[in-house]
């Protein structure tokens, strides 16, 4: 019987949740796997985050589980780029397999860290880095592999997705919908990773290694967040057969290129993206072979990322010793880089606020007209008291400087009272 044993780097929410399941479930993991996991070691600096009954595991120093030889197994659970980047390179070096959960490390340095464990002849898993339970990291290295993958669209942070969904339940604002989801535990203190999109374009990069065998520059992904859409976007959006989501895109593209891009996007309410709501997180492929499938589950949270971290632990333990399983990620050397954001095209959801007065329309008009933007439909909703009125929009497809350019000037119109708003269409 192998003996996994193990270190534990990180004794925060996620951390504690491994090794309580390790402690409480060994033997219920023996007789599944016929291996034996042993936790050996937890390093944390807080000893205070310990709980007496790990007391007699507990290291002040990562160093004291990369150096023992007797650990097969890394489990780095501290997030950040550093030291954490410092610590996997090391267990690396120190012949050590590792499982980490830090998407924003991957999204800077994981081409790096994957071939140094490859160098090291070691494993490197991380599952509960994308979408917390969802098994989307296997399912495109492992199960997808015989497939060429066409599109990946996913919603990948749970905390703007419940606050987009609280929006629309109670017709309140974004403001209001934060103070509930931080008062629920689903939000930080500081949501700026999340409502900014700098979490699902983390979560993107580690996607488009995986389906398109091409590790972007993070600094190259186009990000935005939710931060501009108010509760009238989402309800003029729904009149118009829509729902509006924060959604991570990679897809491929002209010239051997590769869209990445995280931004909010309306999606038809028929959409099976649509129907995802609250924290749940989902991420829809289509391969050439499996064609389209979607992968669905609670995306943050201790137990479901727990549950990636340990399904990393058995991969492990299932093939140790195999010098022929190694981080089986394809490179496609066809791939010449990403697609610029300007040189999409899309159709938009546009939404102007302007005094009611003769021409205003026309002005708007005039202006998306002279830079190539079609206009599908348009509503001018009531006035009623408001010192100015909505006037929203649909668009044909449209390329992404040209209405880059059209929003700009139009912001400069005397009637335009607030800055605009536009909204990519997807499907």
Same mark, same amino acid.
């Given at each position: 019987?192998?003996?996994?044993?193990?270190?534990?780097?990180?004794?925060?929410?996620?951390?504690?949740?491994?090794?309580?399941?390790? %402690?409480?479930? =060994?033997? !219920?993991?023996?007789?599944?796997?016929?291996?034996?996991?042993?936790?050996?070691? /937890? @390093?944390?600096?807080?000893?205070?985050?310990?709980?007496?009954?790990?007391?007699?595991?507990?290291?002040?120093?990562?160093?004291?589980?990369?150096?023992?030889?007797?650990?097969?197994?890394?489990? &780095?659970?501290?997030?950040?780029?550093?030291?954490?980047?410092? !610590?996997?390179?090391?267990?690396?070096? *120190?012949?050590?397999?590792?499982?980490? @959960?830090?998407?924003? %490390?991957?999204?800077?340095?994981?081409?790096?860290?994957?071939?140094?464990?490859?160098?090291?002849?070691? #494993?490197?898993?991380?599952?509960?880095?994308?979408?917390?339970?969802?098994?989307?990291?296997?399912?495109?290295?492992?199960?997808?592999?015989?497939?060429?993958?066409?599109?990946?669209?996913?919603?990948?942070?749970? #905390?703007?997705?419940?606050?987009?969904?609280?929006?629309? $339940?109670?017709?309140?604002?974004?403001?209001? @919908?934060?103070?509930?989801?931080?008062?629920?535990?689903?939000?930080?203190?500081?949501?700026?990773?999340?409502?900014?999109?700098?979490?699902?374009?983390?979560?993107? @990069?580690?996607? +488009?290694?995986?389906?398109?065998?091409?590790?972007?520059?993070?600094?190259?992904? !186009?990000?935005?967040?939710?931060?501009?859409?108010?509760?009238?976007?989402?309800?003029?959006?729904?009149?118009?057969?829509?729902?509006?989501?924060?959604?991570? +895109?990679?897809?491929?593209?002209?010239?051997? =290129?590769?869209?990445?891009?995280?931004?909010?996007?309306?999606?038809?309410?028929?959409?099976?993206? =649509?129907?995802? $709501?609250?924290?749940?997180?989902?991420? *829809? /492929?289509?391969?050439? %072979?499996?064609?389209?499938?979607?992968?669905?589950?609670?995306?943050?949270?201790?137990?479901?990322?727990?549950?990636?971290?340990?399904?990393?632990?058995?991969?492990?333990? &299932?093939?140790?010793?195999?010098?022929?399983?190694?981080?089986?990620?394809?490179?496609? =050397?066809?791939?010449?880089?990403?697609?610029?954001?300007?040189?999409?095209?899309?159709? !938009?959801?546009?939404?102007?606020?302007?005094?009611?007065?003769?021409?205003?329309?026309?002005?708007?008009?005039?202006?998306?007209?002279?830079?190539?933007?079609?206009?599908?439909?348009? #509503?001018?909703?009531?006035?009623?008291?408001?010192?100015?009125?909505?006037?929203?929009?649909?668009?044909?497809?449209?390329?992404?400087?040209?209405?880059?350019?059209?929003?700009?000037?139009?912001?400069? %119109?005397?009637?335009? #009272?607030?800055?605009?708003?536009?909204?990519?269409?997807?499907?």
């Amino acid at each position: 019987m192998d003996v996994i044993r193990i270190g534990l780097i990180g004794f925060g929410t996620i951390g504690s949740a491994v090794a309580d399941y390790l %402690l409480n479930n =060994s033997s !219920y993991l023996k007789k599944k796997t016929g291996a034996d996991f042993k936790l050996v070691k /937890i @390093a944390e600096k807080e000893r205070r985050k310990v709980s007496s009954r790990y007391k007699g595991l507990l290291v002040s120093r990562a160093e004291d589980i990369i150096d023992d030889p007797d650990i097969n197994v890394v489990i &780095e659970l501290i997030g950040g780029i550093m030291p954490a980047k410092s !610590y996997i390179l090391k267990s690396f070096a *120190h012949k050590k397999h590792v499982i980490t @959960a830090n998407k924003a %490390l991957l999204a800077e340095f994981g081409s790096d860290l994957l071939c140094a464990s490859k160098d090291n002849n070691v #494993t490197f898993r991380f599952e509960a880095a994308v979408c917390g339970g969802v098994p989307i990291i296997s399912g495109l290295s492992e199960s997808l592999v015989a497939n060429e993958i066409k599109s990946v669209l996913g919603i990948v942070n749970g #905390t703007s997705n419940y606050i987009l969904t609280v929006m629309e $339940r109670e017709g309140i604002s974004m403001r209001e @919908a934060l103070k509930i989801a931080q008062k629920k535990g689903y939000a930080e203190r500081d949501p700026y990773l999340d409502l900014e999109g700098v979490d699902s374009a983390h979560k993107l @990069a580690v996607l +488009v290694n995986l389906a398109f065998g091409f590790y972007p520059k993070f600094s190259d992904i !186009y990000y935005e967040g939710i931060t501009s859409i108010s509760n009238l976007d989402i309800k003029y959006a729904l009149e118009l057969g829509y729902r509006i989501k924060l959604l991570a +895109v990679a897809k491929r593209s002209t010239g051997n =290129s590769i869209e990445a891009r995280v931004h909010p996007t309306l999606l038809p309410l028929d959409h099976i993206l =649509s129907s995802v $709501r609250g924290v749940y997180n989902a991420v *829809h /492929i289509e391969g050439s %072979l499996a064609g389209k499938l979607l992968f669905h589950g609670k995306g943050a949270g201790k137990n479901p990322t727990a549950s990636a971290v340990i399904a990393d632990l058995v991969n492990i333990a &299932e093939h140790l010793g195999r010098k022929d399983y190694i981080n089986r990620i394809a490179r496609d =050397s066809r791939i010449k880089g990403l697609r610029n954001i300007s040189e999409i095209s899309s159709r !938009y959801y546009l939404r102007f606020m302007a005094v009611d007065r003769p021409g205003v329309l026309a002005n708007i008009s005039g202006i998306l007209g002279r830079h190539n933007i079609s206009i599908a439909s348009v #509503t001018q909703k009531e006035k009623g008291r408001a010192r100015s009125v909505p006037i929203v929009m649909m668009t044909h497809e449209a390329n992404e400087m040209d209405m880059k350019k059209a929003m700009a000037k139009t912001q400069k %119109l005397k009637a335009i #009272t607030k800055k605009p708003i536009w909204i990519r269409v997807e499907g």
